[in-house]
């Protein structure tokens, strides 16, 4: 009975240390497992999935669902993609409206979060709670209510041009009635739209975050400058924005991911994907595949061109912070 005992203790004390940092360097893999396996399952594998529908040309719903064959094209849909100057448009489209979001997002987001650090304890979570909720409203319920702003008959945008003294309206606008005014048919004005509703959606993620960063800031180094004579501007780029840095930085990468891939708020004030000249990416691949005649291949070889970029954007940052770290 005494040997039955001692032995796990004797077991125990015969482990050496290095036996069990390996054990304990083991433990984090083993905790990250069952994360590794869901993200394989919902995403590797559809992404996999998508890449092998770029090699075929697919072109009806039986091909799908596997009752006739898959003909092989390799990179033809490449090709056929790029060899578009269509695609072009698109991809000029895509850019300037991510860029245009990002920079928008960015600065909105950044003056909110400063405001915030500057309130009161109270104030401040009443004002955040209230940012919150473009955060927390879902992107299609939003959009449903934007485009409900804008409509052409009863929306609040033209109740308010209507409401306008003619000379002002007639003087400033050339037109006094706005009752039917199509605010979706200029591409100009649609991205503008599309764009206001994408940054009100968007920007509280980055004002809280910056907010974050801002709690981390340590206020002697504010004071400090302050005593040294430097005003609010100058302590923000001197101070603030080297420390917040990573944070901007990853922001920014999110940031430039999610308007890439710009489709609900899209597909809702445009009604459909009739509208080609503001197509943007997401946009473009889903058009390609799912309106008829059906092109799955190509759509798919135009989503896998989006991820590329998103790749090579992600990528950059990366290299970016690493040299970053190595310099300093």
Not at 82 to 96: A, E, I, K, M
Request: aromatic share 14%; hydrophobic share 50%.
């Amino acid at each position: 009975m005494t040997t039955l005992t001692e032995a796990p203790e004797t077991t125990a004390a015969r482990e050496t240390p290095a036996r069990r940092r390996r054990r304990m360097d083991r433990l984090p893999y083993l905790l990250l497992l069952p994360c590794v396996v869901i993200i394989g399952v919902l995403l590797l594998w559809p992404l996999g999935q998508v890449v092998v529908m770029s090699f075929f040309r697919l072109d009806s719903v039986r091909q799908m669902r596997g009752d006739r064959e898959w003909p092989w094209v390799g990179l033809g849909n490449y090709a056929d993609v790029l060899g578009d100057p269509f695609f072009w448009s698109v991809l000029r489209n895509t850019v300037f409206f991510a860029l245009a979001n990002v920079v928008l997002t960015m600065v909105l987001g950044t003056l909110v979060g400063l405001l915030l650090n500057r309130l009161g304890r109270r104030m401040a979570a009443f004002v955040a709670s209230c940012v919150m909720l473009a955060w927390a409203t879902p992107a299609l319920t939003g959009t449903i209510v934007w485009k409900w702003i804008f409509d052409d008959t009863s929306g609040l945008v033209t109740w308010f041009f209507n409401a306008l003294p003619d000379g002002i309206s007639q003087g400033l606008f050339g037109r006094s009635d706005w009752t039917g005014y199509g605010w979706f048919n200029s591409p100009l004005l649609f991205f503008s739209i599309l764009t206001l509703v994408v940054v009100w959606h968007s920007f509280p993620f980055i004002a809280v975050s910056v907010l974050a960063g801002l709690k981390s800031v340590p206020s002697e180094l504010h004071e400090a400058a302050r005593v040294d004579g430097a005003g609010p501007w100058k302590a923000f780029w001197k101070i603030t924005v080297p420390l917040l840095r990573p944070v901007f930085g990853i922001l920014i990468v999110l940031s430039t991911i999610w308007d890439f891939k710009v489709f609900t708020q899209y597909y809702v004030l445009a009604g459909g994907t009739q509208d080609r000249p503001t197509f943007m990416l997401s946009v473009y691949s889903y058009a390609e595949a799912f309106s008829p005649p059906p092109k799955y291949g190509l759509g798919a070889a135009i989503a896998v061109i989006l991820t590329l970029i998103l790749l090579v954007v992600t990528g950059l940052y990366v290299r970016m912070v690493l040299k970053q770290e190595e310099d300093a």
